[in-house]
Structures are given as structure tokens and as C-alpha cells.
């Protein structure tokens, strides 16, 4: 999953048959694949809107005896 996850994000034109045969070889179902390709897909667009707007993280993330909690 991660190796397709990983693949997904950096090199998305390269996804082939093979990417999803190898999922359900191992057990993931037609709806867990599609679950992982849409949830690596979500925040590759929440990255990316976030990034090109320039929007900077929130201070607490810098402190880690502080949660957003």
C-alpha cells in the first residue's frame, strides 16, 4: 500500500494495471484500493492548494508540549 501510495504522489503517469493487480494480491479489496487511491489523492490536492497559497502552518505545530487539542 504505501509503495502504490508513494508512487501515486510522486510519479502518478506511471501507475499501471499492475500498481492495483499487486494491491489485491495482498488482500485489499476493490474498495480499500479505491479508498487509498482517493485519500492519497485528497491530500495531494490539500497540499497543494495549502503550498501555492503560501499558507503557513499553525504555531502550535512548533511547540511539542502543545496540542491543537
Do not use: H
Request: aromatic share 10%; net charge negative.
Amino acid at each position: 500500500m504505501l509503495d502504490y501510495t508513494a508512487k501515486l504522489t510522486e510519479t502518478p503517469t506511471k501507475m499501471v494495471e499492475g500498481d492495483i493487480v499487486a494491491l489485491r494480491s495482498v488482500g485489499f479489496s476493490d474498495e480499500a484500493i479505491l479508498d487509498i487511491n482517493q485519500i492519497t489523492g485528497f491530500f495531494a490536492w490539500c497540499n497543494r492548494t495549502v503550498d501555492g497559497l503560501g499558507v503557513e502552518l499553525e504555531s502550535f505545530w512548533e511547540n511539542p508540549d502543545q496540542t491543537n487539542v
